[in-house]
């Protein structure tokens, strides 16, 4: 079974971050919550808080996949200069990544979308496609043997058994 980290900082989309932590649960799927400071998180609707287990740059631990929900949560992510670095290091290590709405952004910014078809938020396609990836319009893509994206929480019901089916292999 893969080692899962789910990337957070305030204001990820609720249903993003809760749907797959309890589908994660019911599997028995190992994953821990990443964020740079030991406190509480909350989303954008305020639903429920959650705090890390494990520390973003303190951790030596190596993840298969790391989950990235959308909504504010990624822009929160990039305002920390050294996200991107720790982006670039997971894959390095071997990490794939799934992102849903916003989260492509931070695969961006480290370079890793550069030729790949992503989906996202329609909001974010100027930016994806800046950093020279090909935004689609589609509910789920597999970008390549590394990269799955997710459109929004409106697709949530197709995103994570492709994401479960993954984890899985």
Same mark, same amino acid.
């Given at each position: ?15 993003? !971050?809760?749907?797959? #932590? #309890?589908? =994660? ?22 639903? +429920? ?6 520390? %973003? ?5 190596? #993840? ?12 929160? !992510? *990039? ?17 794939? =990544? ?6 492509? %952004? !931070? ?30 319009? *589609? ?14 929480? =409106?697709?949530? +019901? ?12």
């Amino acid at each position: 079974m893969k080692k899962v980290g789910i990337m957070i900082d305030d204001g990820f989309h609720d249903l993003e !971050l809760w749907i797959p #932590y #309890y589908r =994660f649960k019911e599997k028995g799927i190992n994953f821990d919550i990443l964020a740079f400071e030991d406190r509480d998180y909350k989303g954008v609707y305020g639903l +429920d808080s959650v705090k890390p287990t494990q520390l %973003l740059g303190n951790t030596d631990k190596r #993840y298969d996949l790391v989950y990235i929900p959308g909504a504010n949560s990624p822009g929160n !992510l *990039l305002k920390h200069p050294e996200t991107v670095s720790i982006i670039k290091n997971m894959s390095a290590e071997g990490s794939s =990544f799934a992102t849903i709405c916003h989260g492509p %952004l !931070l695969l961006a910014e480290a370079g890793l979308l550069h030729g790949k078809e992503v989906t996202g938020h329609p909001s974010i396609k100027g930016e994806i496609e800046s950093k020279g990836a090909k935004y689609v319009d *589609l509910p789920f893509i597999r970008s390549s043997e590394s990269i799955l994206s997710g459109k929004t929480h =409106f697709q949530i +019901d197709q995103i994570m058994p492709e994401i479960l089916a993954f984890i899985e292999e």
